[in-house]
């Protein structure tokens, strides 16, 4: 079935420190993977997205990697700072090309402590 | 000048009440979408349209009902409302480039039955 798996639920780390969220797909059609931040209360805002003919993808302190043989995705945040501290999801196409249908994964709570 | 918006943003209603959501896009996409965001944050799509035509029309009870007067609107209506359908709902848009969808959300409906 279409399924999108985002680990781990909740990361905890120190200012400054990297952190790093998994993401694993099963539409092996799947062409594009995307990164949303989340601020409590707010939309769901694009941070970077990577297509399936790219390995990575970086945009200053972030980051993103696509193992299309694994059938993962992960995000990378360096130098991470206390406003980094949101919710991501990752997501991945699914359902064939169904007009960009994406499967969100559950989501991680990035908590960045000064 | 926001690029993707919602109408109204918090609703308060009574079991069995019928309400609106209403969205507009001013980007020029093709495709609209209706998603749902419960209470664990879980991000699921529920609808989408491409240029007025229903397109994805996932699991949703048929009390929910999309309407898309034009490309750059898609309303959803929601008959007899249940305690269950309290959650934030968001629009979101986005225009094929390349085989990709890169979706923008509005800034979400929070929904509140009681």
């Known amino acids: 079935g279409e399924n999108v798996e985002q680990h781990p639920s909740t990361l905890s780390v120190q200012e400054g420190d990297s952190a790093v969220i998994k993401c694993t797909y099963s539409?092996?059609?799947?062409?594009?993977f995307p990164w949303y931040k989340q601020e409590l209360g707010k939309r769901p805002q694009l941070i970077i997205d990577?297509?399936?003919?790219?390995g990575e993808k970086k945009d200053q302190r972030i980051a993103v990697t696509l193992n299309k043989t694994a059938k993962h995705f992960s995000l990378h945040i360096t130098e991470t700072q206390p406003e980094d501290s949101v919710v991501y999801f990752c997501?991945?196409?699914?359902?064939?090309?169904?007009?960009?249908?994406?499967?969100f994964g559950q989501g991680t709570i990035l908590t960045v402590h000064p | 000048d926001t690029a993707v918006s919602q109408t109204p943003k918090y609703l308060v209603t009574q079991m069995g009440n019928d309400k609106s959501i209403k969205c507009e896009q001013n980007?020029?996409?093709?495709?609209m979408y209706w998603y749902k965001q419960d209470s664990k944050k879980f991000l699921k799509i529920m609808f989408s349209?491409?240029?007025?035509?229903?397109?994805i029309n996932e699991t949703v009870p048929n009390r929910f009902s999309p309407k898309s007067p034009d490309k750059a609107h898609l309303n959803l209506h929601i008959n007899s409302l249940e305690l269950g359908d309290s959650a934030v709902y968001f629009c979101?848009?986005?225009?094929?480039?390349?085989?990709?969808?890169?979706?923008?959300f509005g800034p979400g409906t929070r929904l509140t039955v009681t």
């Open positions: 979101a848009s986005s225009q094929e480039r390349w085989l990709v969808y890169e979706q923008y």
């Open positions: 539409d092996s059609a799947s062409n594009y």
């Open positions: 990577i297509r399936s003919n790219v």
């Open positions: 997501a991945a196409p699914t359902g064939g090309t169904s007009y960009g249908k994406l499967t």
């Open positions: 980007l020029g996409h093709d495709t």
């Open positions: 349209y491409n240029n007025k035509e229903l397109i």
